[in-house]
């Protein structure tokens, strides 16, 4: 009789407590994170600044048309240090100012008959050697950069050192002068520059360079000489 009325107390007590639960609110679970992406962020390089290195090419060219007859047509290896500084616009246009200081070993010799005065009838071999050993210029660049890629001009100011030596070896008094100095004239090109780093960077480039006429030697050796060069090199600079 007992388990009859305990049993009958129980199962109402059941039916309100399951009543109740489901009126509860059900607990909700937060969605796992999803992964993030983001995308990589590229910096445009900027070219404005100074700058500094090294070059090396070959050059090749003349003494001029007479002075050829005389010299022949120079030609050697090249060397040098190049400053400079660019200014980049927005709109990817660059101006800027180069200087760079190169020696040469760009020569060539020649011999030429010449009657020489009290001598021997006939001529007599005369023997010339013309030589550029040093060229420095000062020139304005402007060009054009697509990111790390810069297509440039380059036009200025050339000088070298030129030596000329003569020697007539053969003539009843031997004859023998040589003549050096600085010639002057202007020098232009193009080139194609590539920054590898934000500090590195490396070029190839073509110049051309007339660097003045002059006179060398007294009568009757006299001759005229007008020299130029034509320059294919390579250079690395260090962007500050």
Request: no cysteine; hydrophobic share 40%.
């Given at each position: 009789m007992r388990k009859l009325i305990l049993t009958g107390l129980a199962a109402p007590a059941l039916f309100v407590s399951s009543a109740i639960a489901a009126d509860l609110p059900r607990r909700t679970y937060a969605?796992?994170?999803?992964?993030?992406?983001?995308?990589p962020v590229h910096s445009a390089y900027n070219w404005t600044g100074f700058y500094a290195g090294v070059n090396a090419g070959y050059a090749w060219g003349s003494f001029g048309d007479v002075g050829n007859v005389s010299f022949?047509?120079?030609?050697?290896?090249?060397?040098?240090?190049?400053?400079?500084?660019?200014?980049?616009?927005?709109?990817?246009?660059?101006?800027?100012?180069?200087?760079?200081?190169?020696?040469?070993?760009?020569?060539?010799?020649s011999s030429v008959g010449i009657v020489a005065a009290g001598g021997p009838v006939g001529a007599v071999p005369a023997y010339y050697t013309g030589e550029m050993s040093w060229m420095w210029t000062a020139r304005a660049r402007?060009?054009?950069?697509?990111?790390?890629?810069?297509?440039?001009?380059?036009?200025?100011?050339?000088?070298?050192?030129?030596?000329?030596?003569?020697?007539?070896?053969?003539?009843?008094?031997?004859?023998?002068?040589?003549?050096?100095?600085?010639?002057?004239?202007?020098?232009?090109?193009f080139g194609l520059e590539y920054a590898f780093t934000n500090t590195l960077s490396m070029k190839a480039e073509y110049l051309y360079a007339s660097l003045g006429k002059k006179t060398v030697f007294a009568a009757p050796y006299t001759t005229k000489v007008?020299?130029?060069?034509?320059?294919?090199r390579m250079g690395v600079n260090y962007h500050f």
């Amino acid at each position: 009789m007992r388990k009859l009325i305990l049993t009958g107390l129980a199962a109402p007590a059941l039916f309100v407590s399951s009543a109740i639960a489901a009126d509860l609110p059900r607990r909700t679970y937060a969605p796992a994170p999803q992964p993030s992406y983001s995308a990589p962020v590229h910096s445009a390089y900027n070219w404005t600044g100074f700058y500094a290195g090294v070059n090396a090419g070959y050059a090749w060219g003349s003494f001029g048309d007479v002075g050829n007859v005389s010299f022949g047509k120079p030609s050697g290896f090249t060397l040098g240090g190049t400053l400079g500084y660019n200014h980049q616009f927005n709109n990817g246009f660059l101006l800027g100012a180069e200087g760079d200081v190169n020696w040469l070993n760009a020569k060539s010799s020649s011999s030429v008959g010449i009657v020489a005065a009290g001598g021997p009838v006939g001529a007599v071999p005369a023997y010339y050697t013309g030589e550029m050993s040093w060229m420095w210029t000062a020139r304005a660049r402007a060009g054009f950069a697509i990111e790390r890629a810069l297509i440039y001009g380059t036009a200025g100011y050339a000088g070298a050192n030129l030596e000329e030596r003569f020697s007539q070896p053969g003539a009843t008094i031997p004859q023998r002068a040589s003549t050096s100095g600085a010639h002057h004239g202007w020098a232009a090109g193009f080139g194609l520059e590539y920054a590898f780093t934000n500090t590195l960077s490396m070029k190839a480039e073509y110049l051309y360079a007339s660097l003045g006429k002059k006179t060398v030697f007294a009568a009757p050796y006299t001759t005229k000489v007008d020299p130029s060069l034509s320059i294919v090199r390579m250079g690395v600079n260090y962007h500050f």
